[in-house]
Nanobody, 124 residues
Framework: QVRLVESGGGSVQAGGSLRLSCQASGYTASRNCVGWFRQAPGKEREGVAAVYPGSGNAYAADSVKGRFTISRDNIGNTVYLQMNGLKPEDTAIYYC?????????????????WGQGTQVTVSS
């Protein structure tokens, strides 16, 4: 049974940093696409970043490029999202999701497995 568990969310002031973790069980993170998505109240779920299976190449949305970094720990079967320079508009519930490949663009309905989400709140 595939299970994804996010952690690391919280409340920070603008300009601060957080690191989100997505611990996977029941499948091998390095052999699958793992993406981070976020959803703010009243908005659609947005693809933020993804790490490709095998190569570990990373993708980041323009809205977070240069501030957020996705990485993968193959031994720990964990994917991280390091978020620096946080802005109030980054406030959302952040989800990790997994699929056998990374669709382009990152399209949430195409991802098969989802975590429960973790809240990130950035105050000005």
């Amino acid at each position: 049974q595939v299970r994804l568990v996010e952690s690391g969310g919280g409340s920070v002031q603008a300009g601060g940093s957080l690191r989100l973790s997505c611990q996977a069980s029941g499948y091998t993170a390095s052999r699958n696409c793992v993406g981070w998505f976020r959803q703010a109240p009243g908005k659609e779920r947005e693809g933020v970043a993804a790490v490709y299976p095998g190569s570990g190449n990373a993708y980041a949305a323009d809205s977070v490029k240069g501030r957020f970094t996705i990485s993968r720990d193959n031994i720990g079967n964990t994917v991280y999202l390091q978020m620096n320079g946080l802005k109030p508009e980054d406030t959302a519930i952040y989800y990790c999701a997994a699929h056998s490949y990374c669709p382009q663009p990152l399209n949430a309905p195409e991802f098969r497995y989802w975590g429960q989400g973790t809240q990130v709140t950035v105050s000005s």
